[in-house]
Nanobody, 111 residues
Framework: QVQLVESGGGSVQAGGSLRLSCTAPGFTSNNCAMDWFRQAAGKQREWVSSIGTDGSTNYAASTKGRFTISKDKAKGTMYLQMNSLKPEDTAMYSC?????WGQGTQVTVSS
Protein backbone atom coordinates (compact mmCIF):
# COMPACT_ATOMS: atom_id res chain seq x y z
CA GLN A 1 0.00 0.00 0.00
CA VAL A 2 1.50 3.30 -1.11
CA GLN A 3 1.13 6.17 1.30
CA LEU A 4 2.35 9.68 0.91
CA VAL A 5 3.97 11.40 3.88
CA GLU A 6 3.29 15.01 4.80
CA SER A 7 5.34 17.10 7.20
CA GLY A 8 5.91 20.70 8.18
CA GLY A 9 2.67 21.49 9.94
CA GLY A 10 2.56 23.31 13.24
CA SER A 11 1.13 26.22 15.17
CA VAL A 12 1.75 29.79 14.12
CA GLN A 13 0.26 33.20 14.70
CA ALA A 14 -1.73 34.98 12.04
CA GLY A 15 0.57 36.49 9.47
CA GLY A 16 3.15 33.76 9.92
CA SER A 17 4.46 31.21 7.46
CA LEU A 18 4.86 27.47 7.19
CA ARG A 19 6.21 25.17 4.51
CA LEU A 20 4.62 21.79 4.07
CA SER A 21 6.33 18.88 2.37
CA CYS A 22 4.91 15.78 0.73
CA THR A 23 7.05 12.79 -0.11
CA ALA A 24 6.24 9.47 -1.69
CA PRO A 25 8.59 6.83 -0.30
CA GLY A 26 9.20 4.00 -2.73
CA PHE A 27 6.90 5.52 -5.31
CA THR A 28 7.55 7.73 -8.30
CA SER A 29 5.04 10.55 -8.36
CA ASN A 30 6.57 12.41 -11.29
CA ASN A 31 4.04 10.93 -13.75
CA CYS A 32 1.05 12.33 -11.89
CA ALA A 33 -0.28 15.70 -10.98
CA MET A 34 -0.13 16.34 -7.26
CA ASP A 35 -2.60 18.18 -5.10
CA TRP A 36 -2.95 19.62 -1.63
CA PHE A 37 -6.27 19.42 0.15
CA ARG A 38 -7.29 20.58 3.60
CA GLN A 39 -10.07 19.79 6.00
CA ALA A 40 -11.02 21.94 8.93
CA ALA A 41 -12.82 20.47 11.90
CA GLY A 42 -16.49 19.97 11.12
CA LYS A 43 -16.10 21.00 7.49
CA GLN A 44 -15.80 19.24 4.17
CA ARG A 45 -12.45 18.63 2.57
CA GLU A 46 -11.37 21.54 0.40
CA TRP A 47 -8.97 21.55 -2.55
CA VAL A 48 -6.06 23.95 -2.00
CA SER A 49 -3.64 23.74 -4.88
CA SER A 50 -2.26 21.49 -7.60
CA ILE A 51 0.87 21.11 -9.66
CA GLY A 52 0.84 19.32 -13.00
CA THR A 53 3.46 17.08 -14.52
CA ASP A 54 4.47 20.05 -16.68
CA GLY A 55 4.89 22.24 -13.62
CA SER A 56 1.70 24.17 -14.17
CA THR A 57 0.06 25.33 -10.95
CA ASN A 58 -3.43 26.16 -9.80
CA TYR A 59 -4.77 27.59 -6.55
CA ALA A 60 -8.03 27.93 -4.76
CA ALA A 61 -9.21 31.51 -4.65
CA SER A 62 -8.79 31.57 -0.87
CA THR A 63 -5.08 30.78 -1.11
CA LYS A 64 -4.00 32.46 -4.31
CA GLY A 65 -1.31 35.04 -3.72
CA ARG A 66 -0.43 33.63 -0.31
CA PHE A 67 0.41 29.99 -1.01
CA THR A 68 2.99 28.65 -3.48
CA ILE A 69 3.12 25.05 -4.63
CA SER A 70 6.31 23.58 -6.03
CA LYS A 71 7.98 20.25 -6.66
CA ASP A 72 11.51 18.96 -6.60
CA LYS A 73 11.37 16.21 -9.21
CA ALA A 74 14.78 14.86 -8.29
CA LYS A 75 13.59 14.30 -4.74
CA GLY A 76 10.03 13.46 -5.69
CA THR A 77 8.92 15.93 -3.06
CA MET A 78 6.14 18.49 -3.30
CA TYR A 79 6.01 21.64 -1.19
CA LEU A 80 3.41 24.15 -0.15
CA GLN A 81 4.83 27.45 1.03
CA MET A 82 2.15 29.20 3.03
CA ASN A 83 2.59 32.88 3.83
CA SER A 84 0.33 35.45 5.47
CA LEU A 85 -1.51 32.68 7.24
CA LYS A 86 -4.97 33.37 8.61
CA PRO A 87 -6.96 31.61 11.34
CA GLU A 88 -9.27 30.28 8.63
CA ASP A 89 -6.31 28.36 7.18
CA THR A 90 -6.40 26.12 10.25
CA ALA A 91 -6.95 22.56 9.01
CA MET A 92 -5.44 19.16 8.42
CA TYR A 93 -3.49 19.39 5.18
CA SER A 94 -3.11 16.30 3.01
CA CYS A 95 -1.40 15.60 -0.27
CA UNK A 96 -2.45 13.26 -3.02
CA UNK A 97 -0.90 11.86 -6.19
CA UNK A 98 -1.88 9.05 -8.55
CA UNK A 99 -4.82 8.21 -6.32
CA UNK A 100 -2.71 7.83 -3.20
CA TRP A 101 -3.06 9.97 -0.07
CA GLY A 102 -1.09 10.83 3.00
CA GLN A 103 -2.39 10.99 6.55
CA GLY A 104 -2.01 14.72 6.76
CA THR A 105 -0.23 17.34 8.80
CA GLN A 106 -2.04 19.74 11.11
CA VAL A 107 -1.78 23.49 10.60
CA THR A 108 -3.11 25.74 13.35
CA VAL A 109 -3.16 29.51 12.98
CA SER A 110 -4.02 31.61 16.00
CA SER A 111 -5.25 35.18 15.91
Amino acid sequence: QVQLVESGGGSVQAGGSLRLSCTAPGFTSNNCAMDWFRQAAGKQREWVSSIGTDGSTNYAASTKGRFTISKDKAKGTMYLQMNSLKPEDTAMYSCTACGYWGQGTQVTVSS
